[in-house]
C-alpha cells in the first residue's frame, strides 16, 4: 500500500502547482518547524515517529472508486475545482488538500474507495455540486513528517512502517496524507505529513 500512495502524491503535487491552489503551513504541527533545512550531503529529512489521534473536522471532498492506474483523472478534476472554491471564497480551508485512502491495493489497477479534499473551518451552507460534506472523524494514526523533494518521498514510508511494526502496531486499512508546505515538485523545502491509521484491534506479532 504504502510504496503505491506516494505516486499519487507526486502526481497531485504537479496538479497543485499548474493550478495555483497554494497549500500552506500548518503551524502547529511541530515537527514540520522542528525539521533541519536539508542540504546538499542529505537533501530530505523525516521526523520519528509520532502516535497521533486527529481531531474531527469538517470536510469537503469528492470521492470516486478508483485504481493508481486511473488516479490522474478524478485528481486532475477534483484538485483544480478545489482551488477555485476557496480563491472565490465559497470555502475557508483549514487545511492543505488531504488524500484518504480506503484500502488501496498493492496492486495497480485494482480498485479502491478515494477521497480528495479540503478540511474546513466551518461546513458549507449550502450543497456545493460535485462535492459531498461530512464530518471527518477523529484518526489515531502514526505519523512522519517528511521535508524535502518528491521524488524521495518513498522513504518516509521506508522509515514509518518498520517502525509501526517494531512498536507492535498494525497498519489499519486507511492513510491520510496532508501537504504542510509546498513550493515545487523537486523542492527541498516541501513539507508533508504522512498518517497510517493504527489497528486498534490488532498487534503485530
Not at 470536510?59 to 470516486?64: E, K
Request: charged share 15%.
Amino acid at each position: 500500500m504504502a510504496c503505491r500512495i506516494w505516486i499519487a502524491v507526486l502526481m497531485t503535487a504537479s496538479l497543485l502547482a499548474t493550478t495555483g491552489c497554494q497549500l500552506h503551513p500548518r503551524p502547529t504541527d511541530a515537527g514540520a518547524d522542528t525539521l533541519p533545512a536539508p542540504t546538499p550531503a542529505l537533501s530530505f529529512h523525516i521526523s520519528h515517529m509520532r502516535i497521533q489521534m486527529m481531531p474531527p473536522a469538517d470536510y469537503l471532498y469528492a470521492s470516486s472508486h478508483t485504481s493508481f492506474d486511473d488516479i490522474s483523472a478524478p485528481a486532475s478534476q477534483t484538485i483544480p475545482a478545489l482551488g477555485k472554491l476557496v480563491t472565490s471564497g465559497t470555502v475557508q480551508a483549514a487545511g492543505p488538500v488531504l488524500f484518504v485512502y480506503h484500502d488501496p491495493s498493492e496492486n495497480p489497477s485494482v480498485p479502491f474507495d478515494l477521497e480528495i479534499g479540503l478540511p474546513l473551518r466551518a461546513a458549507p451552507a449550502s450543497p456545493i455540486d460535485g462535492f459531498t460534506t461530512r464530518k471527518l472523524p477523529a484518526f489515531r494514526c502514526a505519523t512522519v513528517i517528511y521535508r524535502g523533494p518528491m521524488k524521495l518521498l518513498p522513504k518516509a514510508y521506508d522509515k514509518l512502517i518498520p517502525e509501526m511494526i517494531a512498536a507492535g502496531l498494525v497498519p489499519s486499512n486507511q492513510t491520510r496524507e496532508s501537504y504542510l508546505v509546498w513550493e515545487s515538485p523537486d523542492s527541498p523545502n516541501n513539507v508533508m505529513e504522512i498518517e497510517v491509521g493504527i489497528d486498534s484491534g490488532k498487534r503485530a506479532k
